[in-house]
């Protein structure tokens, strides 16, 4: 059983920095596409970010781009999520999650395995 396991929110002031990190056991990570989501009481879950298997593709929501950065380590079989220049917006739920086919999705849906959430706050 594939198994997610995220860490690194917390709450930090607007124009601050946080690091997300998505630990994978359970599978082969190295051959996983990796996406990240996030989600708001109410609100849909709202495409993030997603890294090809060996990390040579990867795509952003327009309201990250340019501020977060995603990244993986196959030997770690660990994902990551950088965050810069944070603002009151970016508060939700961020949600880990793999496809096993390796295929690079923007929708939810088509992911297999996903994370518990962790929560990043941000104040103005």
């Given at each position: 059983q594939v198994q997610l396991v995220e860490s690194g929110g917390g709450s930090v002031q607007a124009g601050g920095?946080?690091?997300l990190?998505?630990?994978?056991?359970g599978g082969t990570f190295s051959s996983f596409a990796m996406g990240w989501f996030r989600q708001t009481p109410g609100k849909d879950q709202e495409f993030v970010s997603h890294i090809s298997w060996n990390g040579d593709h990867s795509d952003y929501g327009d309201s990250v781009r340019g501020r977060f950065t995603i990244s993986r380590d196959n030997a770690k079989n660990t994902g990551y999520l950088h965050m810069n220049s944070l603002k009151p917006e970016d508060t939700a739920v961020y949600y880990c999650a793999v496809q096993r086919s390796g295929t690079l999705y923007l929708w939810a849906d088509e992911y297999d395995y996903w994370g518990q959430g962790t929560q990043v706050t941000v104040s103005s």
């Open positions: 920095s946080l690091r990190s998505c630990a994978v056991s």
